[in-house]
T-cell receptor, first 112, second 111 residues
Framework: GENVEQHPSTLSVQEGDSAVIKCTYS??????FPWYKQELGKRPQLIID?????GEKKDQRIAVTLNKTAKHFSLHITETQPEDSAVYFC???????????FGSGTRLSIRP | NAGVTQTPKFRILKIGQSMTLQCTQD?????MYWYRQDPGMGLKLIYY???????DKGEVPNGYNVSRSTTEDFPLRLELAAPSQTSVYFC??????????FGPGTRLTVL
């Protein structure tokens, strides 16, 4: 079955700097890659996603890139702010009638 | 819409007890999922359903059972609770099996 690996497990960056979180997946049939943000004590919430027919997607300060050949995808957060502090999860899915498999998460801390 | 709701929010069980975690969604989503999140860890898929009457095992199904008699409800049953089942349980739903909408979670402690 699908296996999603995520790195790093923890990341600390200076406010205003950029943060990058990387994930790899094992099943080449996966075609949908969402990213979730989970603030302390709260539920995971979808922040951005990318499908396999797209190489990059941006939404304000966040962007996701996908390399299908290498089977990895990354989350980029620019101009980080204190409210970006959270745990971020990547995930992969094969689409219709399939399950969503999550990475192990990255705890992002923004230093003032 | 209330979205995805879960009850109870918190529960303490004794070893060997049983309970049902309730999950309801009012978005008419076909896909529903149960995840567990151990402290400081990621989300592990327990069971999922692609529609009423259809369920399938995820990554960690042992010790759990589910049913899906209606589109709205997807209860998770724990039989013979064990300390290893101490976790936060999240239910999620999706219209397309892609993006998931999560409930607020149930924090379960087994002592």
């Amino acid at each position: 079955g699908e296996n999603v690996e995520q790195h790093p497990s923890t990341l600390s960056v200076q406010e205003g700097d950029s943060a990058v979180i990387k994930c790899t997946y094992s099943d080449s049939a996966s075609n949908y890659f969402p990213w979730y943000k989970q603030e302390l004590g709260k539920r995971p919430q979808l922040i951005i996603d990318i499908r396999s027919n797209v190489g990059e997607k941006k939404d304000q300060r966040i962007a996701v890139t996908l390399n299908k050949t290498a089977k990895h995808f990354s989350l980029h957060i620019t101009e980080t702010q204190p409210e970006d502090s959270a745990v971020y999860f990547c995930a992969a899915s094969k689409g219709s009638a399939s399950k969503i498999i999550f990475g192990s998460g990255t705890r992002l801390s923004i230093r003032p | 819409n209330a979205g995805v709701t879960q009850t109870p929010k918190f529960r303490i069980l004794k070893i060997g007890q049983s309970m049902t975690l309730q999950c309801t969604q009012d978005m008419n989503h076909n896909y529903m999922y149960w995840y567990r999140q151990d402290p400081g860890m990621g989300l592990k898929l327990i069971y999922y359903s692609v529609g009423a009457g259809i369920t399938d095992k995820g990554e960690v199904p042992n010790g759990y059972n589910v049913s899906r008699s209606t589109t709205e409800d997807f209860p998770l049953r724990l039989e013979l609770a064990a300390p290893s089942q101490t976790s936060v349980y999240f239910c999620a739903s999706s219209p397309t099996s892609l993006e998931g909408y999560f409930g607020p979670g149930t924090r379960l402690t087994v002592l």
